[in-house]
């Protein structure tokens, strides 16, 4: 696949062009590769660019129902070896007696799931989408205008040469993140939240090797997340208040890992070294709606999560698995039926995953008098019941809704 191909008699028309070669958009083309439908995917920033921003120093926590979509995508066996499983979960809370400790063997789970780098993600899905061809690909290129009608879309595609290309298609993918041009070209509104508070990322390295346990402790100012990494070492996040991310983003290595070190404490081991820190604003951004006129959105640009619950991808992945079993075979893909049939089938995991993230997000966020006693009650109930366990470990299934077949470990059709 030519990085960036000869546009003068290259195809201008498509049956299904995707906005975005993000986790998500990348997944979404390779699931639809081997299909009949014609298939461009347009991408601003080269998938090894530094400056790539879905495949950037992020560590993303796979639950075992995207494990199974990437094996049907033909590319967990190109992640596995750099993937950390997830044997236990602890859940903490800073200054407070409550904890609770999930355990994969205890559910009957070899693994909760596997902690991966973002890059490596980034990396094998376009290695993926390489190997399968079939996928018209525009990258580096963004789209700059989008004019939709009834039959179809039309899209100006700008060259990283400056050059401008027109291409049309029967249905127009969203895969281009939280602030979607897509989204608001197609006149859907989005309703966004500021939680007030910015996640800092970083890869940390410590004095002695983890045991696969990856840990979320809730502080009075965010959640820090810890999770296992391939190799050793752990993929932190940390969430805290705006003002006090600017302060840990202004300090050295060493003193940012000494506050990080003091804000979890010492259940990892001591921390010796950090990678590089990068941080996001976190919000809750939802769109008004999942479909609209020959538009479909997906992942960040449908919902965009805070990661407290690691849940964000897991999401837009199911979204994309969906989407792509609904195209496959499809006389047109941009039809309004097929479009309302795919966005009822994920309204009950998209409702579900945004309450139950938000709702975490508030719980532990909560000042309020006796909010601290229901979450040390509630984590330790949770530690002694079986059936909260039960229902936490099949979180990563989806939270409703037909489970898409990639997920079920079957073909697409
Ligand atoms: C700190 C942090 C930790 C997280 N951890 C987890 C986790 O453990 N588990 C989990 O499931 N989720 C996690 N998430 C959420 C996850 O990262 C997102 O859900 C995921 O990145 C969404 O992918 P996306 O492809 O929809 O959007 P994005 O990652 O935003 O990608 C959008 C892509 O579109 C491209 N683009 C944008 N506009 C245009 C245009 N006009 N033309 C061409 N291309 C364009 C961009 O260059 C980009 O590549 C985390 C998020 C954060 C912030």
């Given at each position: 696949?030519?990085?960036?191909?000869?546009?003068?008699?290259?195809?201008?028309?498509?049956?299904?062009?995707?906005?975005?070669?993000?986790?998500?958009?990348?997944?979404?083309?390779?699931?639809?590769?081997?299909?009949?439908a014609r298939v461009l995917l347009i991408e601003g920033?080269?998938?090894?660019?530094?400056?790539?921003?879905?495949?950037?120093?992020?560590?993303?926590?796979?639950?075992?129902?995207?494990?199974?979509?990437?094996?049907?995508?033909?590319?967990?066996?190109?992640?596995?070896?750099?993937?950390?499983?997830?044997?236990?979960?602890?859940?903490?809370e800073a200054g407070r007696f409550g904890n609770a400790r999930l355990r994969a063997e205890e559910q009957g789970v070899e693994a909760f799931g596997y902690v991966i780098p973002n890059r490596v993600m980034g990396a094998a899905l376009w290695r993926g989408l390489r190997r399968a061809g079939g996928v018209t690909v525009r990258v580096p290129a963004r789209v700059s205008a989008v004019?939709?009608?009834?039959?179809?879309?039309?899209?100006?595609?700008?060259?990283?040469?400056?050059?401008?290309?027109?291409?049309?298609?029967?249905?127009?993918?969203?895969?281009?993140?939280a602030n979607s041009l897509v989204r608001t070209a197609a006149g859907i509104?989005?309703?966004?939240?500021?939680y007030a508070q910015v996640a800092i990322a970083a890869a940390v390295e410590t004095d002695r090797p983890h045991d696969g346990t990856a840990y979320e402790r809730f502080t009075p100012s965010g959640p820090?997340?810890?999770?296992?990494?391939?190799?050793?070492g752990y993929g932190t996040v940390w969430a805290c208040e705006p003002a006090r991310a600017a302060?840990?983003?202004?300090?050295?290595?060493?003193?940012?890992?000494?506050?990080?070190?003091?804000?979890?404490?010492?259940?990892?081991?001591?921390?010796?070294?950090?990678?590089?820190?990068?941080?996001?604003?976190?919000?809750?951004?939802?769109?008004?709606?999942?479909?609209?006129?020959?538009?479909?959105?997906?992942?960040n640009a449908a919902q965009g999560l805070h990661p407290i619950a690691g849940q964000g991808f897991n999401l837009g992945l199911r979204d994309a698995a969906l989407l792509a079993e609904r195209i496959v075979g499809a006389d047109d893909p941009g039809a309004p039926e097929l479009l309302r049939?795919?966005?009822?089938?994920?309204?009950?995991?998209r409702s579900g995953v945004v309450r139950f993230t938000?709702?975490?997000?508030?719980?532990?966020?909560?000042?309020?008098?006796?909010?601290?006693?229901?979450?040390?009650?509630?984590?330790?109930?949770?530690?002694?019941?079986?059936?909260?366990?039960?229902?936490?470990?099949?979180?990563?299934l989806g939270f409703g809704g037909p489970t898409p077949r990639l997920a079920r470990g079957l073909p697409l059709a």
């Open positions: 696949m030519p990085a960036h191909e000869a546009r003068g008699d290259a195809p201008r028309e498509f049956d299904v062009a995707i906005v975005g070669g993000g986790l998500v958009g990348a997944s979404l083309a390779l699931a639809l590769a081997g299909s009949a920033v080269a998938p090894d660019s530094s400056a790539q921003p879905s495949f950037d120093e992020r560590t993303t926590a796979l639950g075992n129902a995207s494990r199974r979509i990437f094996q049907g995508l033909g590319v967990w066996d190109d992640l596995a070896p750099e993937a950390a499983a997830i044997r236990t979960i602890h859940v903490s004019q939709i009608a009834a039959d179809g879309a039309a899209l100006t595609v700008l060259g990283a040469d400056g050059a401008h290309e027109t291409v049309s298609a029967r249905l127009l993918v969203a895969a281009d993140g509104a989005a309703e966004v939240e500021d820090v997340a810890v999770l296992p990494l391939h190799g050793g302060e840990l983003l202004a300090l050295s290595d060493t003193a940012y890992l000494g506050a990080l070190q003091e804000r979890f404490g010492w259940r990892a081991g001591r921390f010796l070294r950090a990678g590089r820190r990068a941080s996001y604003p976190l919000k809750l951004s939802r769109a008004a709606a999942t479909v609209g006129l020959r538009t479909v959105l997906v992942g049939g795919y966005s009822d089938s994920r309204a009950a995991d938000d709702s975490l997000v508030k719980l532990f966020a909560s000042r309020l008098p006796g909010a601290s006693l229901v979450r040390n009650l509630g984590l330790v109930a949770f530690d002694l019941s079986p059936p909260a366990k039960r229902a936490l470990a099949r979180v990563s």
